[in-house]
């Protein structure tokens, strides 16, 4: 195993859902799906920031805090804030024993009051850090300030009772493809090949060659000696030797792949994006802005590829809206993170527990659907945070809730739903969707072109143009 392959999810997971699964799909560690989290948090839509344009100190960092292996935040860095003082500020003492996840190596003044809050592990993504060492971007302060921030880092680090990592583990054979195949898969594309015939796989790809584009010039380091140069800096030179170090970048690019793959799967293609429902187009109704539902259905993609369902894989995660904007400071503005859970057999369970036969089976017996915890179920289980009735709180799913949920998620208070409806009215013996299209007092945001505007279809040509078509 090499050095930044820590065994540290062997170490963690006890309690956690079956993570002795072995199932017939690749899931995502539970390590690589609070790292990816956290580079998704990064990338959180803000008017304020524009993340493009942005070459100056701090850089943009995004945040999971981890307690007993369930996320009890999600955070990125504001204009004023740092990603490590936003937690604090938002978690205060309850940070003792978590494990926080950041997008880069936070500066000494975050490590210092993390530490001292006490908490178990932090883990980083071994790219360019808060306080950035690339030359370029640190010459407008100074290079010297940042070197000395790297080397009080250090200090802090080795005197610490945290342990301060680089968390990074192999994806699962075939997790990349898998993350592919089911992207064109999902309902979002689907949705979007029923409504434009002339949609193909190529367009999806041009997409993410788009993505990938701008998230490998946010997340990795094109220069192989200024990687080194930067790892060396930031403590990590055993990181700097083969074959070490070409398995970690490696293992990073396939990350942002993936990354690039499951954004790709919510194209804001020909106007589509979430709008009422049909039946509910008269309402009047502060919706959340697109960028930011996108955002949260994509973290929902995320979460779903550590389903223990090896037909189908669903996220769900709920978010809120505080009201005052007084208490603001973190990066996703008014917004913040409630719960998220994926489909799983119950917590503690061991995979030869259940069954895991789906209707095909004729023995209703040997089929999962009694015992199997459907992913908004597992969100508003684990949330960290009441659903308060004077606040507009938000869940976002992958698949359409079904007959089971609805009731749930309207008597948790929950007043949005953000969903694919590919299954809407679909009747089987042990699970249907009929009860979603019915719903009252609650709005349904589904994925659909904008009944409102005529679509212009001027970025649906770019794109075919892109993809030479
Ligand atoms: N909003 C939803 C909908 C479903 N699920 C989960 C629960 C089960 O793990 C699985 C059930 O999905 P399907 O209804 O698609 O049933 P099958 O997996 O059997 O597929 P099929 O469509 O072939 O019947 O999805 C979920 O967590 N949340």
């Excluded at 024993?97 to 880069?104: K, P, V």
């Excluded at 008597?411 to 679909?426: L, P, R, S, V």
Aim: net charge neutral.
């Amino acid at each position: 195993m090499s050095k930044w392959q820590s065994n540290a999810e062997s170490r963690c997971s006890t309690g956690t859902q079956t993570d002795s699964m072995q199932g017939q799909v690749p899931r995502l560690s539970k390590v690589n799906l609070f790292t990816l989290l956290s580079l998704w948090m990064e990338m959180f839509p803000s008017e304020k920031y524009d993340l493009i344009k942005r070459k100056s100190q701090p850089k943009r960092t995004g945040l999971v805090v981890v307690l007993n292996m369930k996320i009890v935040g999600l955070h990125c860095s504001s204009e004023e804030l740092h990603a490590g003082q936003i937690a604090v500020i938002k978690h205060g003492s309850k940070l003792k024993d978590c494990d926080l996840y950041f997008s880069r190596k936070p500066c000494s003044a975050c490590l210092k009051m993390i530490v001292n809050a006490g908490v178990n592990r932090i883990s980083y993504w071994p790219s360019d850090p808060e306080i950035s060492l690339q030359k370029e971007i640190s010459e407008h302060t100074s290079n010297g300030d940042a070197k000395l921030d790297a080397k009080a880092v250090e200090r802090l680090k080795s005197n610490s009772r945290a342990h301060v990592c680089v968390l990074l583990q192999p994806l699962a054979c075939n997790m990349v493809q898998f993350v592919e195949e089911t992207s064109l898969k999902c309902d979002f594309i689907q949705k979007i090949e029923r409504k434009q015939p002339d949609f193909s796989s190529r367009i999806f790809y041009a997409y993410r060659q788009e993505k990938m584009k701008e998230y490998e010039a946010h997340l990795l380091i094109s220069s192989e000696e200024t990687h080194k140069e930067i790892l060396r800096l930031m403590g990590l030179e055993n990181l700097c030797e083969n074959p070490y170090f070409i398995s970690l970048r490696q293992n990073m690019k396939e990350l942002v792949l993936i990354l690039a793959t499951v954004a790709s799967s919510v194209p804001s293609h020909c106007g589509f994006g979430f709008y009422l429902s049909e039946s509910q187009q008269i309402k009047k109704q502060q919706s959340l802005i697109q960028e930011i539902a996108l955002h949260c259905i994509i973290q929902a993609r995320i979460l779903a590829y550590r389903a223990e369902d090896h037909k189908i894989g669903v996220g769900a995660v709920i978010w809120a809206e505080r009201k005052s904007v007084a208490a603001d400071c973190d990066g996703t503005g008014s917004m913040y993170f409630l719960g998220c859970g994926y489909n799983a057999f119950p917590v503690g369970s061991e995979y030869a527990d259940f069954p895991h036969m789906d209707d095909k089976q004729k023995d209703r017996e040997i089929r999962k659907f009694r015992y199997i915890i459907h992913a908004e179920q597992n969100a508003i289980t684990f949330r960290c945070h009441e659903i308060k009735p004077e606040e507009k709180t938000m869940i976002f799913v992958t698949k359409c809730p079904c007959d089971e949920c609805v009731p749930l998620i309207k008597g948790a208070g929950i007043q949005q739903i953000y969903a694919g409806d590919m299954d809407i009215g679909k009747k089987k013996a042990d699970i249907s969707y009929m009860k979603f299209e019915e719903l009252t007092g609650v709005s349904r945001y589904t994925w659909q072109q904008n009944p409102q505007n005529e679509y212009n279809d001027t970025r649906a040509n770019s794109m075919n143009q892109h993809d030479g078509t």
